[in-house]
Each structure stands twice: as structure tokens, then as C-alpha cells.
């Protein structure tokens, strides 16, 4: 009845940019939308628990299993997975999230230099959040990315020089970035590539939302939301 529109990328990507005139764009054309940032930073102590250990005890972070920096990721979601079914079961109602499932895949599976072992990190995550927490499947992914040069000088800026523990590491962000070309991959029917530069040129992020606006309008899941809302009715 709802749709979910997700858009992933590595650090630095401009996904949060691209999120936020997406969302602008939407309510202009007249959609009800809503909004979730994954971590939720500021909405609940299981997300300021990720960024403090991300931020101020480094050591921490790294010193956890992979499945119990996953199910933190995860355990954020879950509180609002109701909220989120609830949206998504409104007729014509549009859920845009930045980062979602697709984000914890990539970030576990990039701590791996062995790409061999990134299917099966993909397949556990993948059934902890949609099979056993139960979360909604997105319907639409836009995977951002950026050349890592300039996506290194954003952080920079962006963060004045205190980049989380991820953000840090240029070697495995390259990686995160991989593994999210390999989930766009498998999921050809749902993901679309939206690459920050074109023919060798980075663009100005209204640019870049053009061919965001475009990727959506020619996007299979959308068209039928569009048909379906007409079909119903919806306002």
C-alpha cells in the first residue's frame, strides 16, 4: 500500500544529501512522506550507544564480534519496526530511509579483506532483520557512491577532523563500497546505481538529484505505487 524508497552508499557518499532533497522533491509533488536516518541518532540509547562507541571508545567497537556490532545496528531498527509497518500499510504513503539493512551488510562484511566471506555475512544479517525481527523488504534501493578522493575530502569537511572509527579507515570504506555493488548485484530488480560524477566529473548534488528523479520515475516499483494510488484513489 506504501512504498520504501532506501538510499545506502559508503561515508561520504552525499546519501544524506540525496535523502533530504528526495524527501523535499516528494512533498513538493504533492506525497505524504517519512523520514528514517538509521542510526537514529538522538531518538533512542541503543543508537547514542553505536556513535559513542564509534566515536569516544574506538578500542570498544573494535574489540566486539561481528554479530554483536550487527544486532546493535539491528536492535535500533527493530524499535521501529512497528512504526515503520504502520506507515507502509497507509495507502500511498512513501517511507524514505537513509541507510537501512543493506547498510549493516556492507559495514560487517567490508571488516573482512577476504571477499570470499561476504555472502555468508550478507546471509546472516539478511535474517536476523527481515526474518527474525521482521522488518520490511525496501522496494526501491538508490546505492550513491563517490570517488573516494572526494569523498575523503567531505568527511574531512564535514566532520572538522573527528571522523567516527569508520570514517577513519579509507582502506575499508573501499571495501564497504564493494560489498555494496555486490548486494546491488544480487538485487538487480530492486537496486539502482546513482553515481556522484559522470565522465570523470563529480556534480553538484541538484544534479545529482535529477537523475535521482528520473531513476525513480523509470523504476518498476514506482510506477506501480503511481498506478496504485490512482487506481485507490489515494489523496
Not at 500499510?89 to 573482512?112: F, K
Not at 544534479?207 to 535521482?212: A, I, L, N, Q
Request: charged share 25%; glycine share 6%; with cysteine.
Amino acid at each position: 500500500m506504501g512504498i520504501l524508497i532506501v538510499n545506502e552508499g559508503a561515508d561520504g557518499s552525499g546519501k544524506e544529501t540525496q535523502t533530504t532533497l528526495l524527501c523535499e522533491r516528494l512533498k513538493s509533488e504533492g506525497y505524504r512522506v517519512e523520514r528514517f536516518d538509521f542510526p537514529t541518532y538522538g531518538r533512542d540509547p541503543v543508537a547514542d550507544l553505536i556513535k559513542s562507541l564509534l566515536s569516544t571508545r574506538q578500542a570498544h567497537w573494535n574489540e566486539r564480534t561481528m554479530e554483536s556490532r550487527a544486532l546493535l545496528y539491528a536492535a535500533n531498527r527493530a524499535l521501529f519496526r512497528d512504526e515503520l509497518r504502520g506507515f507502509l500499510e497507509t495507502p500511498g504513503t512513501i517511507v524514505v530511509c537513509n541507510r537501512y539493512v543493506a547498510s549493516n551488510q556492507a559495514h560487517m562484511a567490508g571488516y573482512l579483506t577476504n571477499s570470499n566471506a561476504w555472502e555468508e555475512r550478507f546471509a546472516w544479517i539478511e535474517r536476523l532483520e527481515f526474518e527474525h525481527i521482521g522488518l520490511p523488504r525496501p522496494d526501491i534501493v538508490l546505492f550513491h557512491t563517490m570517488p573516494h578522493a572526494k569523498r575523503a575530502a567531505l568527511l574531512e569537511k564535514r566532520e572538522q577532523g573527528k571522523q567516527d572509527a569508520h570514517e577513519r579507515d579509507a582502506e575499508y570504506l573501499q571495501r564497504v563500497e564493494q560489498c555494496y555493488a555486490l548486494l546491488a548485484r544480487r538485487h538487480a530488480a530492486v537496486w539502482r546505481h546513482i553515481p556522484a560524477d559522470v565522465h570523470g566529473r563529480v556534480e553538484a548534488p541538484p544534479d545529482v538529484h535529477v537523475r535521482v528523479w528520473e531513476t525513480l520515475a523509470a523504476h518498476p516499483a514506482w510506477r506501480e505505487f503511481v498506478q496504485q494510488r490512482v487506481r485507490v484513489g489515494t489523496p
